[in-house]
């Protein structure tokens, strides 16, 4: 069963930085195009950042500029660097794939407030 264990969020003020990270233990991990997602209270899970398998970026109008996704196929670990936060990027992140989406993890917190 794969799984996807998320980790690195937390509370931060207004104009903070965060480094999320997702550990997948899919065994075609390099083929796959990896997504982060999030989920704000009452809203639907929505699709921010992603990787293709070559290691090409592409980002939501809300976080590109502030946002920046890479992975280490090494380590079937795909990261989120989340810099210049705001109150409305308070959601929970989740880390899946872009196609093919699998059973989702726990995801993990990000508060923005101050």
């Known amino acids: 069963q794969v799984q996807l264990v998320e980790s690195g969020g937390g509370l931060v003020q207004p104009g903070g930085s965060l480094r999320l990270s997702c550990v997948a233990s899919?065994?075609?991990?390099?083929?796959?195009?990896m997504g982060w997602y999030r989920q704000a209270p009452g809203k639907q899970r929505e699709l921010v950042a992603r990787?293709?398998?070559?290691?090409?970026?592409d980002y939501s109008t809300s976080v590109k500029g502030r946002y920046t996704i890479s992975r280490d196929n090494a380590n079937n670990t795909v990261y989120l660097q989340m810099n210049s936060l705001k109150p409305e990027d308070t959601a929970v992140y989740y880390c899946?794939?872009?196609?093919?989406?699998?059973?989702w993890g726990q995801g993990t917190q990000v508060t923005v407030s101050s």
């Open positions: 899919l065994s075609i991990f390099s083929a796959a195009t």
């Open positions: 990787i293709s398998s070559g290691g090409i970026p």
């Open positions: 899946n794939k872009v196609f093919g989406i699998l059973d």
